[in-house]
């Protein structure tokens, strides 16, 4: 089979076109015909082997998982002996390592079925974001109706979920982007959107309920000034932090600002679960979140993919089709 790999960190030079053995599914796990895999931040951070932690994760001095590719959306075309969920021919999505390939292995319980009325292309791009944003809006953050809320980094994968999630339970939402995005949020539901080249956030009078901090340059401090007397600030990005967990640590030193306050500070990680992805897939065929696809491109053209993606060139998601 055909795919993108990498034998050693660094930025889109490291990424080739390969020849790699089909691989074979384990008992609990599905070998799926890749139609599409998605680009996102977590893609860059396995391919730059930053920061440190992930190379404590994935390889220290090499990836040990050469294949590139997280997000996956394909069909079905055999099943370990444990597998109960799928059989050949269902089309499905969800989380396999090494997506950036013609094949590629997935666990059973890291897939769902794919909605009929959604493209390959729209249904890869949305598990690890969406279920990112499903967790940071609803589980963390407990949206509700009529809340104000700000999504920081709203033009992003992430954030252009977060911003469709609470806007469909009813939120005020505020977005913040870059001026050349702020139609593509706007499109997405949010009622307001500001440019961070000309507006000092952390200067803002309005008070919100929710904050969703995604793009994680925006000082702790500053998000708690905004919000209100009870209001819940989710951190989920740490993309301006330094040292060895990449500014990971506003997430785990995240309860620490909370102390002795009405307000809640929380960081999390997302987790990749079953109940998640099957979830995404009914938001996904009620049309309650609609991908925001910005950029397609065929597998050989990854490296050049990933080039725009660091240059910020992508709104919303990017798509690698492999059929």
């Known amino acids: 089979m055909t795919a993108i790999t990498q034998h050693r960190y660094g930025g889109p030079e490291v990424l080739g076109l390969d020849t790699l053995p089909v691989p074979t599914p ?8 890749v139609h599409a895999g998605g680009l996102d931040r977590g893609t860059w951070h396995l391919m730059a082997g930053e920061p440190f932690v992930v190379r404590m994760m994935f390889g220290l001095g090499r990836p040990t998982q050469p294949v590139l590719g997280i997000d996956v959306a394909g069909v079905v075309v055999a099943v ?10 269902d089309e499905v999505f ?7 390939a013609e094949y590629a292995v997935a666990t059973e319980a890291k897939l769902a079925k794919k909605p009929a009325a959604v493209s390959f292309e729209q249904a890869a791009v949305t598990p690890v974001s969406g279920l990112t944003a499903l967790q940071a809006v ?14 920081i980094g709203a ?3 992430v954030g252009t979920f977060a911003v469709q999630l609470a806007a469909a339970a009813g939120a005020h939402v505020t977005g913040v982007a870059s001026a050349a995005k702020h ?6 539901g949010a009622a307001a959107v500001l440019d961070y080249a000309v507006t000092d956030i952390a200067s803002l009078s309005e008070r919100f309920d929710l904050i969703i901090d995604i793009n994680g340059r925006t000082k702790v401090g500053a998000l708690r000034r905004l ?5 819940t600030a989710v951190l989920v ?9 990449g500014g990971a640590e506003r997430q785990l030193l995240s309860p620490l600002h909370g102390l002795f306050r009405s307000q809640t500070i929380t960081g999390m990680l997302s987790t990749e679960d079953q109940g998640g992805i099957e979830r995404l897939g009914e938001l996904l065929a009620a049309g309650t979140i609609t991908p925001a696809l910005g950029a397609t491109y065929p597998l050989a053209d990854a490296p050049r993919a990933m080039a725009d993606l660091i240059a910020g060139r992508i709104s919303g998601k990017a798509a690698i089709r492999v059929v």
């Open 155 to 157: 033009s992003g994968g």
């Open 26 to 33: 384990g008992p609990a796990e599905v070998l799926v015909k």
């Open 94 to 100: 969800g989380i396999a390592r090494g997506s950036f």
């Open 183 to 188: 139609e593509l949020v706007r499109d997405l």
């Open 227 to 231: 919000l209100t007397s009870h209001g």
């Open 237 to 245: 990005g740490g993309e301006g932090g330094r040292g060895p967990l």
């Open 138 to 151: 609803h589980d963390r953050g407990g949206v509700a109706p009529g809340q104000r809320v700000l999504v």
């Open 80 to 89: 370990g002996d444990d597998v109960t969920r799928f059989a050949a021919g």
